[in-house]
């Protein structure tokens, strides 16, 4: 009988040097599959499968797209790909992102949980804001077991933090006891247990192979909000799960509350750079208008123009104060991973 062998780990900043810890503490003869995701940028080379083998005893590859999972292995979610599992398959798409990412934790955990119920593990490690924590929760849902890293381990608390905050977590442990505690689950048999039903909203309930799919509006769930999609610019549609709030446009972009309020802070940012490019170019057209003007001897043109360039320039003086003293983007917003992007 099979035991808790499906392990899924999700990692963020500061995540390639503590999986790898993790992996180095696996037994070689380790009866179960591991699967890996961590917030890559999509233009990177990955070598992640290279340092997670040479980490440990279990040999680890980029995923492909229709394999078998075999025992023994650890699979890595390629750069701009999610990972998904489905029954004794991994399967691979570049579907919309969630929380800004593809690959992203919540669509890997979201799929073990659905196709593997008490067989799968979860693992959310350090990292920012709270991409991991609904994939968690329905790992949990589905009867599966929660692990997270203690933060006094995480060089970086946010996910993990999330995690414990909103999920029932089994165990919350340093990257050192993860393998040992992992090691003993594979070997246990698999447990029955009485499943928490899933809110109708949650979309973990969609089959497996339109995990991403785009929605219509008749299956969109949620209610609409006031907001639009970061990405795509279209309605977010808000879906609540007791406390947990997440948000996904009808083309299938997602976010949790926080990873909203991290995109549009930079949106925002963008957009008062923008603003300010705009009044200095009108100011100083306005500038040379009141110059050509003067010269012809037009003084209330040439007054005029200059009172345009004045209320550019005041604006845009504003502007850049704003942006001086920066635009309060959210503290634990991630942020390109050097680590990783070397990994």
Known sequence: MAGRDIVVVGASAGGVETIAQLVGGLRPDFPGAVFVVVHFPGSVTSTLPHILSRAGPLPARHAADGEAIEPGVIYVAPPDYHLLLEEGVVRLTRGPKENGFRPAIDPLFRSAARSYGTRAVGVVLTGNLNDGTAG?????????????????????????????????VDYVLNPAEIPLLLNELAL??????????????????????????????????????????????????????????????RVGHAYSDETLLGHQSENLEAALWTALRALEEHSALARRLAGRASGRGHAHSAATFTEQAMDAEHHASVIRRVLKSGVRINDNADTALPTAAAG
Do not use: N
């Open 136 to 168: 968690l929760r329905a790992i949990k849902q589905h009867g599966g077991l929660a692990v997270v890293q203690s933060l006094e381990t995480a060089l970086y608390q946010g996910m993990p933090r999330s995690a414990m905050e909103h999920v029932q």
């Open 188 to 249: 246990q048999p698999e447990p029955h247990l009485e499943i928490v039903p899933m809110s109708s909203d949650d979309l973990s309930s969609a089959d497996a192979s339109d995990e991403l799919a785009a929605l219509d509006r008749r299956t969109q769930p949620g209610v609409p909000s006031t907001m639009s999609c970061p990405e795509c610019h279209g309605v977010l549609w808000e879906v609540k799960d007791d406390e947990l709030v997440s948000f996904r446009c």
